[in-house]
């Protein structure tokens, strides 16, 4: 890119303010000029230095290479240098995450249960109660917002700060590579793990921390179901747990094996697509488009044949999510009714946004 022009605008990132940063109001001008014209290449903002190849690939090979002294002779981990590079700036975003879900949004049904209770009250004369849970909920609502933006958005960096990281790593593998090393490896191979595998790390950064958080979560929630409507949540949390778990393991395996399908098949079409293409001269020369080009539609229909599937199971995992979350909020309704419970308005709320809760860091976890 640097070869054909030099990107001239600065990113205003580098001069925002703190509230500009918190607002994201830097990125207004980019956006309004999306609203005049088709943004070009040439639109784009310089890149910030923390973000720049150079340095996240020296980081990274310096970690790898202490790394590989360390292993002495055993097989070095990628994910112990990517560990000692980037993970106190990837835990910071898991903090405000870890905020977000457990001490903001976990109680968020206790209140919106209060708030219900005291409307419901004919007898309520003193409205002062009303006001301050109403207050605590729209504030856990604009701190979460806040939080959930932040979070993501810092994830997304540090995803792509990996994904770069990596990438430059592979680069400076490849040139000390000597001919015969070159020549064991498919370029087809280093062009799809570039173009495809490594564009994965990104979807990883933004739901890792989940895997600590939702346990956490998960006990808090229970207990705050517990107080609310006793042994009886215990009903909905079990269905959930027995529908779930049997289903995401075997889409989990079905999904594994589609995507080493996808990958293997991608590899192999990529591998044509290169020998083709270092050959087109003899293609030419002796008329061999039609075979060929059957061949790679071929290649392609395979992988797209794979790529359909894993797109289906998403699909039906997704509609999945949405009928656990209404049969585990019925089951616990029902368990509570049949005892001889009154069900009121707040125990239906308050639940639903519990279920909710838990079936949204679900979905996160598995997918």
């Known amino acids: ?5 030099k990107l001239k605008h600065d990113n205003p990132k580098a001069k925002a303010n703190f509230l500009s940063k918190l607002f994201f109001t830097w990125t207004i001008p980019i956006f309004y000029l999306g609203t005049k014209r088709k943004i070009q290449l040439t ?5 910030l230095n923390e973000n720049k190849s ?10 790898w290479n202490k790394e590989v002294q360390r292993a002495k002779g055993s097989k070095p981990s990628l994910l112990r240098a990517l560990f000692k590079t980037f993970f106190w700036s990837y835990m910071i975003y898991g903090l405000l995450i870890f905020i977000q879900y457990v001490p903001l949004r976990s109680p968020q049904p206790v209140v919106l249960a209060q708030l219900i209770r005291g409307f419901s009250d004919p007898n309520l004369s003193d409205t002062t109660a009303l006001y301050i849970s109403a207050s605590i909920l729209i504030a856990i609502s604009i701190v979460t917002i806040f939080l959930n933006h932040h979070s993501m958005y810092g994830l997304s960096i540090i995803g792509m700060r990996v994904r770069v990281a990596i990438s430059s ?19 087809g191979q280093i062009i799809n793990l570039l173009s495809n595998d490594v564009q994965r790390i990104d979807q990883i950064a933004l739901f890792l921390h989940f895997l600590w958080i ?17 042994v009886y949540c ?3 949390i079990g269905t959930m747990i027995i529908v779930t778990i049997p289903l995401q393991t075997y889409l989990g395996k079905v999904t594994s094996q589609l995507r080493f399908k996808v990958a293997g098949r991608c590899d192999d079409r990529v591998k044509h697509m290169s020998e083709i293409v270092s050959g087109i001269q ?7 488009e039609k075979p060929f080009e059957a061949l790679i539609k071929y290649l392609r229909g395979r992988e797209i044949s794979s790529l359909t599937k894993a797109s289906y199971l998403r699909g039906f995992y997704s509609s999945c999510n949405v009928f656990i979350e209404r049969l585990t909020l019925f089951t616990t309704v029902i368990a509570y009714v049949m005892v001889g419970n009154r069900i009121t308005a707040d125990i239906v709320f308050s639940m639903a946004q519990f279920f909710n809760i838990l079936q949204f860091k679900k979905r996160h976890n598995v997918v």
Not at 1 to 5: I, L
Not at 214 to 230: A, C, E, H
Not at 282 to 288: E, G
């Open 1 to 5: 890119m640097d070869g054909a022009f």
């Open 234 to 236: 215990l009903v909905g």
């Open 43 to 47: 639109d784009m903002y310089k890149t």
């Open 54 to 63: 150079e340095g996240l690939g020296y980081d990274l090979e310096s970690n």
């Open 214 to 230: 939702m346990p956490i979560q998960v006990v808090v929630v229970g207990y705050l179901m517990w107080s609310l409507i006793g």
């Open 169 to 187: 790593l592979i680069y400076r593998k490849i040139m000390k590579l000597n001919k015969r090393s070159q020549g064991q490896t498919a370029g």
């Open 282 to 288: 003899v293609i030419k020369m002796y008329s061999w």
